[in-house]
Structure formats: structure tokens, C-alpha cells
């Protein structure tokens, strides 16, 4: 009788035990694409459409409100900075930079908007330049990294893009 049961015992096992894990990874396989879809159509795109505008309904942005109104044709404004002087970072105060820049739109009211942030206008200035290490200054084109981060910040202290084009009078380290 215990010879039956062993030579029954393998046999069972054998039959019936590999095919189970595979049902779970078929499912997986074949409703991924399923679920992925049903929350795509069901749940995202109404997202999407609740934060959109009706056609009706005035958008909260306009063009009108991105455009700058001035004559193309205009002559370009000059503003001239004062001499502006940061410590170089890193030289525990021994060594600074001068740079004197002048700075061009052709806005109308150029001067007054430059004028009226002047304080925040130089703070910047003094910031980038402030931010410049010896290793910085040896770059050959540091001048044009420095007038970049320059126009990119005046505008954003304005509000708008003002500031076309940015010149140093003179670019100095000592």
C-alpha cells in the first residue's frame, strides 16, 4: 500500500503544479493596455477639458497683453550705468571686477522704466558680477555670459522685455 501511495504522489505533482504562475502575467499583459485606456479617456482628458477655457469665455491671457505697442522703425534709447564693482568670489576680497555697461531699448519711455528700478537694476548687476569666480573670468566668453544673464534679469525686474542689447564701456578685473 505505501508503494502505491509514493508512485501516486509524483505523479499529482506533476500534472497539475506549472501552469498556475503564468495566469497572473497573462493578465497583466492583456489588461495594462485595457486600464491604461479606460484612464485616459475616462479620467485625464476630462481633466483637461474642466481647466480649458469654454469657447464662449474670454481666455484669461490675450495677445494684447504680451505685445510691447512702440514703433519698429524707432531709434534705439541709450541708458548708461555707473561704474559697477563686485569683490571676485572666492579671493577673500583681493582681487574685483569694474564693469561700466550701457544698456539699449527703443521703448518711448525707456529712460523712466530703467530709471524707476534703477535700485533693482543694480543689485542685479552687482549680483551677477558678484557671482564670478577667478576660473569664470578666464573663460574668453565670460563678457557675453555675464551680458546675458545682465539683459535676461533687467527684463525680468521690468516686467517686459525692454532691454534689447547690452554694451560694456568697460569690463575690467584687478
Known amino acids: 500500500m505505501a508503494e502505491e501511495q509514493a508512485s501516486e504522489a509524483p505523479q499529482q505533482s506533476a500534472k497539475g503544479g506549472g501552469g498556475s504562475g503564468m495566469i497572473p502575467a497573462l493578465l497583466v499583459i ?13 479620467m485625464i482628458i476630462p481633466m483637461i477639458k474642466a481647466e480649458l477655457p469654454e469657447q464662449g469665455e474670454a481666455a484669461p491671457i490675450t495677445a494684447e497683453d504680451l505685445n510691447i505697442s512702440y514703433q519698429e522703425s524707432a531709434e534705439q534709447i541709450a541708458y548708461s550705468f555707473e561704474p559697477v564693482i563686485a569683490n571676485v568670489l572666492g579671493t577673500s576680497q583681493t582681487r574685483f571686477v569694474q564693469a561700466v555697461f550701457t544698456v539699449y ?16 537694476l543694480r543689485d542685479h548687476a552687482d549680483s551677477v558680477l558678484g557671482g564670478l569666480t577667478l576660473a ?21 525686474h521690468l516686467g517686459k522685455p525692454l532691454v534689447e542689447e547690452i554694451y560694456f564701456d568697460s569690463f575690467v578685473t584687478q
Request: net charge positive; no cysteine.
Open 136 to 156: 569664470d573670468l578666464e573663460k574668453r566668453e565670460i563678457k557675453n555670459i555675464v551680458r546675458n544673464q545682465l539683459r535676461e534679469g533687467f527684463n525680468h
Open 30 to 42: 492583456v489588461l495594462m493596455p485595457i486600464i491604461s485606456f479606460a484612464m485616459f479617456k475616462f
Open 105 to 120: 531699448g527703443k521703448h518711448p519711455d525707456f529712460n523712466a522704466l530703467i530709471e524707476a528700478k534703477k535700485v533693482r
